[in-house]
């Protein structure tokens, strides 16, 4: 009897060691991403890398479920996350996040023509922008993951090419659900319509809109060249784009998968190299459907003095605002000189 009882009772602990082991009791956790990333793109590509990533260096405690596009919008997609309930984390440009998060500083970034290269946006967003955008992110109840990108923005028509400011006079263009943007368009004196992305390729064949602004991969991938007949050249806003997630449910994780969750941010510069170099590629198959408008030095300048005339005024309608974009500025002119 006494060897029946020892062996019982090492039996109950082990018991009790399998009920309360960390590893069983901290997961699995369900990691709901959604964007509007085609498949077969690098920004699905990004992804599929981060989800392998968390899957992998969390031994499958985090099932990472990629969203394909559907009816939801990037600013829907934002305020989903928030909660965290139907969605964990989001993919999505930073103007979404701005617009969805109730976020504006995030808008600065957007400013038209405020960089002249990937090299100077890289250097800010990951020099400069990093940290004081995680601590936005933080206090609107996101965590920052990954900075990735959407690129260079241009303009897409039918029924004329936009070679000057002048030419968006009146136009019907669509504008990303964004301060920022429907600024631009207004200093460009457009008639813009704030649509989500979803709707866009329904206002187009309905002449609802004339146009749009997006990147070449973008609009080549999503679909949207058929009713278009010109792409201008015009790189007026560089757009970033991040990975970002629920506070709410990334603080009830365990300290290492916050850790886990937060590695993929390594992937940043190699995603935002892919993006870049098929953007290029899909610029020259664009050609194939629409007829893709080269600006001059002079032309390109012309657009960026109207639009480059907002940036002190918008900036200082946001709470803070004119001190973060001088913050960018004077970081851009110290890059500019060396």
């Known amino acids: ?56 260096g969390s031994q ?3 099932n990472v479920i990629l969203r394909p596009p559907g009816q939801m919008s990037e600013v829907e997609m934002v305020r989903e996350t928030r909660r965290g309930e139907r969605l964990q984390g989001c993919a999505v440009t930073t103007a979404a996040l ?30 400069v922008l990093w940290e004081p955008t995680s601590e936005i ?12 990108e959407n690129g260079w923005r241009s303009f897409a028509t039918r029924g004329k090419a936009i070679r000057t400011p002048d030419d968006l006079k ?22 813009a319509v704030q ?49 970002t997630y629920s506070k709410r449910w990334y603080d009830e994780l365990p300290e290492d998968l916050q850790a886990v969750v937060m590695a993929p941010r390594s992937l940043a510069a190699s995603g935002r190299a892919e993006i870049r170099e098929e953007d290029e590629a ?16 002079d032309e390109r300048e012309a657009f960026a003095t109207t639009a480059r005339a907002i940036h002190a005024g918008f900036a200082a309608e946001i709470d803070g ?6 913050k960018i500025n004077t970081a851009l002119a110290e890059y500019r000189s060396k």
């Open 1 to 56: 009897m006494k060897r029946l009882a020892t062996a019982m009772g090492g039996l109950a602990a082990a018991a009790l060691l399998v009920v309360t082991s960390p590893v069983e009791a901290q997961g699995p956790y369900e990691l709901n991403i959604g964007s509007l990333a085609p498949k077969g793109t690098p920004w699905y590509r990004l992804l599929q890398k981060a989800e392998k990533q968390i899957e992998e």
């Open 282 to 297: 899909i610029t020259m198959l664009l050609a194939e459907d629409l007829e893709v408008v080269e600006l001059s030095t």
């Open 170 to 191: 009146g136009y019907k263009m669509r504008s990303q659900e964004s301060d920022v943007h429907m600024a631009m368009y207004n200093a460009f004196g457009a008639n």
């Open 60 to 62: 499958g405690r985090i």
């Open 195 to 243: 649509k989500p992305m979803t709707e866009v390729l329904t206002a187009l064949n309905s002449n609802v809109v004339d146009g749009l602004d997006n990147t070449a991969l973008y609009i080549k991938t999503g679909g949207l060249s058929e009713p278009l007949e010109y792409f201008t050249k015009t790189n007026h806003i560089y757009q970033p784009a991040l990975i």
């Open 137 to 148: 992110l933080a206090r609107r109840g996101f965590v920052m993951g990954v900075w990735s």
């Open 321 to 326: 605002g004119t001190e973060l974009l001088g």
């Open 98 to 127: 701005a617009e969805g998060g109730n976020i504006p500083q995030l808008q600065l970034v957007e400013l038209p023509y405020l960089f002249n290269s990937s090299a100077e946006a890289d250097h800010i967003l990951d020099n």
